[in-house]
């Protein structure tokens, strides 16, 4: 877990150049100013719920992207119960897609829950997401009765909010004709 503090470990493969300016991954808590920008992009996505902002500022194992020093897209890896490490809310803003961001935030989650001795679980209906689980090993499945009990604690609690009862309702009403809802789909790989 962070410490709180700003842990920055600016190496070659922290850092990419190119016309958008070097990125630079963080591994620290949201400021107040990110987590608002985050649940403001969030609010606008079809599949991803979210957080309220309080609920963000509290995460501490949160992997932030920057460009230049502005904010350009998180990863939370969330612990769960009996070794399960979550990573959720992986987000790139719109304006720094197409540079691998993405990629780098879920890899830097993934592999401090490996080094930490946890097993990694992640939901999600991305197919770009799906593809960097399967290249990753994770088993693939898109039943909720394969997943980890820790998962099924943690959801029960997770969606009692009335935020995202709310989100979920919303999100469904404003659904589009021609937009795709694709199936959810988890990984989960155990270490040790």
Known sequence: ???????????????????????????????????????????TTPNILGYTVPELLRFRDVFVAETDGAFAGACINHDLAFGWTEISVLYVLPAYRGRGIGTRLFTAAWE???????????????????????????????????????????????????????????KRKRKKDTEVRLPWTMGMIRFR
């Open 1 to 43: 877990m962070s410490t709180g503090g700003a842990k920055r470990e600016p190496d070659d493969s922290d850092r990419s150049g190119g016309a958008g300016g070097a990125v630079t991954l963080a591994r620290r808590p949201f400021t107040r100013d990110e987590a608002a920008r985050l649940h403001a992009e969030i609010k």
């Open 112 to 170: 401090d829950a490996r080094k930490r001795g946890r097993h990694v679980f992640t939901l999600s209906r991305s197919p770009e997401v799906i593809h960097l689980m399967e290249r990753l090993g994770m088993e693939m499945t898109r039943s909720m009765w394969r997943a980890p009990l820790a998962f099924h604690l943690h959801m029960n609690r997770h969606m009692m909010s009335w935020y995202r009862t709310r989100e979920m309702y919303r």
